[in-house]
């Protein structure tokens, strides 16, 4: 009885109590004109309250020209030596702010870019000189050229605010070091394999770090970077860069073009109204920042859920590598998307700025595993080719079986087709004749003498086999231009001198077909293709080289 008769005084002491005075209240006026000083009597549009101290008020105002007047009351009396400030957080387009402290005269605050608070990475910091007296009124005039997403405003102490800039530095430098090292690691593979798709990657790996960078403000104290940070374009220009990499390296990664060929040219549309939309920018640039941000913003939400449903196609296609890609792109694209969605002011999303940075860090780490994991296994497959024994007894060079495995291997699915790569088919003209003169001793002394000579030609990552009798493999990763030039070395090599065995001088010359590889192209089709041009090039005559064309055209080159 006695419990319970305390308990009813405990409840109607709290019923009692005051209600705890409000830590801030925000209301936004509504004005006709661009006022330079606070309007009286003008109607409020909006109000929004924090109830605690640490807490913020959060808010987002569309595109309006005149801006808008603030009016910040506080129910709470802040003394003039407690150290508390007012802080607001928002885009730079709302440049200088004009503020009226409470119980104070008019200033004007520049963001910490332009010469705030140092201690400030983004945003502004407005002071209470005279503290918050009761019944103080404070004034804020915005400028209102661009949406106002995200606008955030709380009260801090200057420690509280100097641990939360430095802890938030701290996040974002390590951020951009994580993802600037595999960038650096992908531009390695990319020199070792010369393969696009780790290029690709660590361009976007590059552009997404920096752009993340800028965002949180802390290039302005950079070296380098500092300059970037100033203009909001070069962060649009960044984010779009990094969007036009995703989708090239998404499109080899989830071997589209093998798998879901039109869904491919999909996403290649895709990629070229990003490429436009970035050069509207370059061209335009400050005339377009009050609508530019729009059309970026809407591309990446369309490309988001696309780049989602496509992954899911692939993995269930059986593309290798789409596990990875949904188990690492998935919760980025959602933070991007939020982030979008935030810029647009469709909805309030604070959290997406550095759950982006962490998420693109994992992100960055599984893919880039990914990638390590196939750069190794192709390397494996190279070095089991040339390690094989399974060679030619004659010359030493790989056999024919072996060669078309290992462009099977890399044709095959998980392989993301490898880089671009001639495949040379090399005929010594009149072996046969050779071998009815000189005898069959002489004919396979000349065989080992012709490999040696063209060994001499290629380079370390080249590979040779010996087909059939008289005739070799060659497979050169390199582009179209590069090959050509590599098949007419290999005809000067045999044009310029003769083979001296057994006392015998003995001139030789070769006819050389050649085909371009292409993607989701079979080994045999590709086989068929430089058969019909070696056909080719032994009707041109003598050191001819023909070079097949994608749809199995050949055309040849006689000898000069």
């Given amino acids: 009885m006695r419990i319970g008769l305390w308990a009813l005084l405990i409840a109607l002491a709290c019923a009692c109590l005051p209600a705890a005075a409000q830590s801030l209240k925000v209301e936004v006026l509504l004005t006709d004109t661009d006022l330079q000083a606070p309007p009286v009597g003008a109607p409020v549009i909006r109000q929004l309250v924090a109830e605690r101290p640490e807490e913020s008020i959060r808010f987002s105002l569309p595109r309006r020209n005149e801006g808008y007047w603030l009016r910040l009351t506080s129910q709470r009396a802040i003394g003039k030596y407690e150290g508390q400030l007012l802080v607001l957080r928002g885009p730079r387009a709302m440049g200088p702010l004009l503020y009226y402290p409470p119980g104070a005269g008019p200033r004007e605050v520049e963001d910490a870019e332009h010469g705030g608070v140092p201690l400030m990475r983004r945003g502004w910091v407005l002071a209470l000189p005279n503290?918050?007296?009761?019944?103080?009124?404070?004034?804020?005039?915005?400028?209102?050229?661009?949406?106002?997403?995200?606008?955030r405003l709380s009260f801090a102490s200057i420690p509280d605010l100097a641990r939360q800039e430095r802890g938030d530095a701290r996040f974002m430098a390590a951020a951009f070091t994580a993802m600037m090292l595999m960038a650096v690691a992908m531009v390695g593979v990319w020199v070792a394999f010369r393969d696009f798709v780790y290029l690709g990657y660590g361009a976007y790996l590059a552009c997404i770090a920096t752009y993340l960078l800028l965002l949180s403000g802390d290039a302005s104290e950079m070296w380098g970077l500092a300059g970037l940070a100033s203009e909001?374009?070069?962060?649009?220009?960044?984010?779009?860069?990094?969007?036009?990499?995703?989708l090239g390296f998404s499109l080899r990664f989830l071997?589209?073009?093998?798998?879901?060929?039109?869904?491919?040219?999909?996403?290649?549309?895709?990629?070229?109204?990003?490429?436009?939309?970035?050069?509207?920018?370059?061209?335009?640039?400050?005339h377009s920042y009050g609508w530019w941000y729009i059309g970026g913003n809407l591309l990446l939400l369309l490309g988001v859920p696309l780049m989602l449903v496509i992954a899911v196609a692939a993995w269930r296609k059986g593309a290798p590598y789409a596990g990875y890609y949904l188990l690492g792109w998935t919760p980025m694209l959602v933070f991007a998307a939020a982030l979008a969605a935030n810029a647009l002011g469709l909805r309030d999303a604070e959290w997406a700025e550095r759950g982006l940075a962490l998420t693109a860090v994992l992100?960055?780490?599984?893919?880039?595993?990914?990638?390590?994991?196939?750069?190794?296994?192709?390397?494996?497959?190279?070095?089991?080719?040339?390690?094989?024994?399974e060679r030619d007894p004659l010359?030493?060079?790989?056999?024919?079986?072996?060669?078309?495995?290992?462009?099977?291997?890399?044709?095959?699915?998980?392989?993301?087709?490898?880089?671009?790569?001639?495949?040379?088919?090399?005929d010594l003209d009149g072996f046969g004749e050779v071998n009815a003169r000189y005898g069959r001793a002489v004919g396979d002394a000349l065989l080992q003498q012709a490999l040696a000579r063209m060994r001499g030609v290629l380079r370390p990552d080249d590979t040779i086999a010996r087909m059939a009798g008289d005739c070799f493999g060659i497979v050169s990763e390199c582009e179209r231009v590069e090959c050509e030039l590599l098949a007419r070395r290999l005809a000067d090599t045999f044009a310029e001198r003769p083979f001296r065995i057994d006392g015998h001088e003995i001139t030789m010359s070769v006819s050389i077909g050649l085909a371009i590889s292409q993607r989701g192209e079979q080994v045999a089709e590709l086989f068929e293709r430089v058969r019909q041009a070696l056909r080719s090039a032994t009707v041109a005559g003598r050191n001819a080289v023909s070079v097949a064309q994608a749809r199995d055209v050949a055309t040849a080159v006689p000898a000069e």
């Fill in 232 to 246: 909001p374009a070069i962060g649009w220009a960044l984010a779009t860069l990094a969007t036009i990499f995703q």
């Fill in 395 to 426: 010359t030493g060079a790989l056999n024919a079986q072996v060669l078309e495995q290992m462009l099977e291997a890399w044709s095959s699915p998980g392989s993301l087709n490898v880089n671009t790569y001639g495949l040379l088919l090399v």
């Fill in 363 to 389: 992100e960055s780490a599984v893919l880039a595993l990914a990638l390590s994991q196939h750069a190794a296994n192709r390397h494996r497959i190279l070095l089991l080719a040339r390690q094989s024994v």
């Fill in 255 to 286: 071997d589209l073009p093998r798998l879901m060929p039109r869904t491919a040219w999909v996403l290649r549309a895709i990629q070229w109204a990003n490429m436009f939309w970035l050069l509207v920018l370059v061209i335009m640039r400050e």
């Fill in 131 to 151: 503290g918050w007296p009761p019944s103080s009124v404070a004034y804020l005039r915005i400028k209102g050229r661009a949406a106002m997403s995200e606008i």
